[in-house]
Nanobody, 121 residues
Framework: QVQLVESGGGLVQAGGSLRLSCAAS????????MGWFRQPPGKEREFVVA????????SYADSVKGRFTVSRDNAKNMVYLQMNSLKPEDTAVYYC??????????????WGQGTQVTVSS
């Protein structure tokens, strides 16, 4: 099993920045593919970004490209999401997710409890 705990959410004005953190435990973190999903109010959960085991491969949703940056620190079992130029439509609960490999399904992975990000206009 993998335990994931997100932090860093909050209220920010449009154009501002936030940095989300996700602390992982329970498995060999350096082997895991990590990702962030989000669920806007009243909408379906959606993919935001993925990062492979060593950070050498990433994938971003079109809606966040150029504004969000994912990174990881395998020595600290941490993954981060730097969010810049935030927009009101970025308002959502953000979830940290892990899976065993790049090609495995997110639905088979482990999910954190989520952290709320609210962007005011």
């Amino acid at each position: 099993q993998v335990q994931l705990v997100e932090s860093g959410g909050g209220l920010v004005q449009a154009g501002g920045s936030l940095r989300l953190s996700c602390a992982a435990s329970g498995r060999t973190f350096s082997l895991l593919t990590m990702g962030w999903f989000r669920q806007p109010p009243g909408k379906e959960r959606e993919f935001v970004v993925a990062i492979n085991w060593n950070g050498g491969r990433t994938s971003y949703a079109d809606s966040v490209k150029g504004r969000f940056t994912v990174s990881r620190d395998n020595a600290k079992n941490m993954v981060y999401l730097q969010m810049n130029s935030l927009k009101p439509e970025d308002t959502a609960v953000y979830y940290c997710v892990s899976k065993d490999s790049w090609d495995s399904r997110w639905s088979l992975g482990y999910w954190g409890q989520g952290t709320q990000v609210t962007v005011s206009s």
